[in-house]
């Protein structure tokens, strides 16, 4: 059973990869560039997929591991961005509201995380206490 912060987690990591593609789908056919793009796109939608490979996980540090992945290709997704705005592929508008939605998921990946390190350090100190 998932709790409705995994929900949530999973709501918006797909809904970020559908802009991603979008977003990707449009640099392709308006600037013709396809390398840092590509680049975007990967790590953009990679977010979403280690997410449910999370939720699927065979243990607690499985799921803590695989949030730990969908947060750093959360980084690595807002490099690119800054890349491609640099580089004049994307408007500033179109970083500052991409950016925006990352760092939302970062923070409810961070949260997710945190909240489940403190209770599995819990789980394994209660069990160390019993007879």
Do not use: C
Not at 41 to 54: F, K, P
Not at 61 to 79: G, H, N, P, Q
């Amino acid at each position: 059973m998932t709790s409705k912060k995994e929900n949530v987690i999973v709501e918006k990591s797909k809904s970020f990869a559908i802009d991603v593609v979008r977003l990707y789908q449009n640099i392709v056919a308006t600037k013709r560039e396809f390398v840092l793009s590509k680049q975007l796109l990967r790590s953009g939608t990679s977010i979403g997929a280690n997410v449910y490979e999370a939720i699927k996980g065979q243990s607690t540090a499985d799921f803590i591991s695989k949030l730990s992945i969908s947060l750093k290709e959360s980084s690595e997704t807002e490099y690119w961005l800054d890349l491609l705005h640099s580089t004049d592929y994307i408007s500033e508008a179109t970083k500052e509201l991409m950016i925006t939605k990352n760092r939302e998921l970062q923070k409810i990946l961070t949260s997710i995380i945190n909240t489940k390190k403190a209770n599995f350090t819990l789980e394994r100190a209660s069990l160390r206490q019993k007879p």
